[in-house]
Every structure is written in C-alpha cells, then in structure tokens.
C-alpha cells in the first residue's frame, strides 16, 4: 500500500459525459502528479500539481482539467468524454519531486 | 515521441534464473531513473532507483547498471522467483520539471 487513494475505483459512463477521479497524496506530499495508462500509449504523464499550484503539464487534452485543493488532495476532471479516454487513471504523490508513489488507479470505461 | 525505449516487450525466465530488462533514453536532461514493478490491476510501486553518478544500485535481488555515456540502463532481477511474475516500467525523470517519463513496459514471466 503506496499510501495514495484514488477514487473510485472503476467508472463506467457514456460518451460526452463528464467525470471527476479524486486522489488523497500520501501524507505530507505536496506534489500530485496524474498520470494516463493506456494499452496503445502506454503511461503518459497528464499534469502536476505542487502545493495547490500547477507545475508542468504532459499530454493532457484541452477536455482535461485538474486542481489540487487546500487540503492538498486533487481532482481530474475528464469532459465530453470519447470512447479513446478508456484508460486506467493513475495518481502519484511525492515529498521531494524524486521517488513517486502511485496510487490503486480509477479505471474509466467510456461506452 | 517515445524518450524511453524498453526491451523486451515480454520476457520469460525460469524460478532462480535471471531476468534482465534494458532501457535507452536520449535526452541527456535525465537525471533519475526509476524501475516500477506493476502487477494486474494494481498501481506501479517504485523498486528501485538510480542517479546517473552511479554506475550500479543493488537492493536484494535487484540490480540497476547504468551507462551514462551510452544514455543506457538496465534492471537485473536474480534469483527470479515466480511471484516477480509482474510487468516492470523504466522511467526517466527531468526535462522540464519532475514527470517520469515511462518506458514501453517488460511482461516477465517466471515459471516454476
């Protein structure tokens, strides 16, 4: 257990819909990172959140949306969702921007 | 553009043999490389992990050798055993901030 929750677990919606994937870092992290994991584009970096504040950000698509909040969880909003958004969703924490540590993954179904 | 590339795709080794995983990346940016160990349905946990001053890292049966100046590295798993049967990640972290940079994924299988 990396000490990172992610909620929920599995998703399941339809094409155009909207959905919101929630992560709680490891205690006294103050970097999220979320991260995409598909079969054909393998793990891709989406964007960073570092105490509340965007840090970088990878291929996230202009539908994608993030923010970390005061109590240093954050939330990754997916909107008018395709079919090719089906991946599992994986959030990391850091204390330091060295080791991550992942999270359960929410794994989104779009139908 | 893929940064980090990893072979094999799958690997499969015999209970106490050794499970050897390459990685290449380009970008000389890089400055931590990290291993992760994913099993069916789970997140990637971190491993082990390497800085490029260094030219090897052992933790228990598993081994980092890294090649700086042929922008390589590779993960040594000894003894296999069979509940290492997992798909193992190699990651570069640098170039713009602190997001890792995965490689393609190694399925290992260790058969008993």
């Known amino acids: 257990d990396s000490g990172v929750t992610q909620t929920p677990k599995h998703l399941i919606t339809a094409t155009g819909q909207r959905v919101t994937l929630r992560c709680s870092p490891r205690?006294?992290?103050?970097?999220v990172y979320w991260y995409q994991q598909s079969l054909d584009q393998g793990l891709q970096f989406l964007i960073q959140y570092y105490n509340g504040e965007e840090r970088a950000k990878g291929n996230i698509l202009e539908r994608f949306s993030a923010q970390q909040f005061p109590d240093l969880h954050s939330e990754l909003n997916l909107s008018s969702l395709e079919l090719g958004d089906s991946a599992l969703y994986f959030c990391?924490?850091?204390?330091?921007?060295?080791?991550?540590?992942f999270g359960p993954g929410t794994r989104l179904t779009v139908l | 553009q893929q940064q980090v590339k990893q072979s094999p795709q799958s690997l499969i080794v015999q209970k106490g043999g050794i499970s050897i995983i390459n990685c290449a990346y380009e970008?000389?940016?890089?400055?931590?490389f990290p291993w992760y160990q994913q099993f069916p349905g789970k997140g990637p946990a971190l491993l082990i992990a390497?800085?490029?001053?260094?030219s090897e890292k052992k933790e228990g049966r598993f081994t980092i050798s890294f090649n700086k100046s042929a922008k390589q590295f590779s993960l040594h798993i000894m003894d296999s055993q069979p509940g290492d049967s997992a798909t193992y990640f190699c990651a570069a972290r640098g170039a713009a901030g602190n997001k890792l940079t995965f490689g393609g994924g190694t399925r290992v299988l260790v058969k008993p």
């Open positions: 970008n000389t940016a890089f400055d931590y």
């Open positions: 205690s006294g992290d103050l970097s």
């Open positions: 390497i800085r490029p001053d260094v």
């Open positions: 990391a924490s850091s204390p330091s921007g060295n080791e991550q540590f």
